[in-house]
């Protein structure tokens, strides 16, 4: 049966799922991110806390199984189908060392094995060692991201904050930007540890610096259901 957040879901780009994951799965999954958080070359420090792991499939085991998880698995097959495979994790936290912001914008990149030219496929760059490419919209549209909360997220800690329905005209300029936030209102995605955002990686989102800063720590997963062509592949 379709579950009924899968309309809402195509319409706005993004649902909220409420209580997704077990508070013994969260607990588990703090403490391998707290081990991880050692020798992982794709750590980002500033000051002393970290606030971006990348490479979160391949260094921790827990978030590996996180992304076949009963919780998570049944919800990304609604979108993408029983293909549907995780691509790349990524850890962002705030905290009062490192209570960042960003500004509106789409997720365009994916992460890939390695370099090979193929038509479409471009700008290239590389960030913590890795590979990533601007793919063709294509690829980015059948694409879902499932962002879970470790902790209580208000709108005191520097909620993501979407633009509902933006997901839709493809890759946006500085201008279709501005447009989009003239017209749309930002929705909040406030969250319960454990509770889940599912999103399209070309909804446009933002957030703030928290204003109450404490850790606001989101795993943050994207799936996709097709191999790459031209011979790329997929990092995760
Ligand atoms: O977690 C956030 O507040 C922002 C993350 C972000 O910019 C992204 O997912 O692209």
Redesign the pocket.
């Known amino acids: 049966m379709t579950p009924g957040w899968l309309n809402d879901f195509q319409r706005d780009g993004f649902v909220c799922l409420p209580d997704l994951v077990s508070s013994a799965m969260v607990l588990e999954l703090i403490s391998a991110l707290e081990e991880a958080n050692g020798g992982n070359s794709g750590l980002r420090h500033r000051g002393r806390e970290t606030y971006a792991i990348r490479n979160l499939l391949e260094s921790v085991a827990a978030v590996r199984s996180l992304a076949e998880s009963a919780a998570l698995k049944p919800v990304v097959k609604e979108v993408l189908g029983a293909e549907a495979f995780a691509v790349r994790g ?1 850890l ?1 936290d ?1 905290t009062p060392e490192a209570n960042w912001k ?1 500004a509106w ?1 789409q ?1 365009l990149t994916i992460a890939v094995k390695r370099k090979l030219e193929v038509t479409g496929f471009g700008p290239w760059s590389i960030k913590a060692g890795i590979q990533h490419v601007q793919p063709p919209v294509a690829v980015l549209e059948k694409m879902v ?1 499932v ?1 879970l909360h470790l902790d209580d997220c208000t709108e005191k800690n ?3 904050q979407v633009l509902p329905g933006s997901h839709t005209q493809g890759r946006l300029n500085a201008e279709n930007i501005q447009a989009w936030r003239a017209r749309a209102s930002a929705i909040s995605c406030v969250a319960g540890r454990g509770g889940a955002l599912l999103m399209r990686p070309l909804l446009l ?3 703030s610096a928290a204003v109450r800063p404490g850790h606001r720590r ?1 795993i ?1 997963l994207e799936f996709a259901a097709d191999t790459l062509p031209g011979g790329l592949e997929w990092l995760g």
Request: charged share 20%; hydrophobic share 40%; net charge positive.
């Open positions: 990524l962002f705030k960003v914008h997720d991201t962002r520097g909620p993501l989102h933002a957030s989101v943050h």
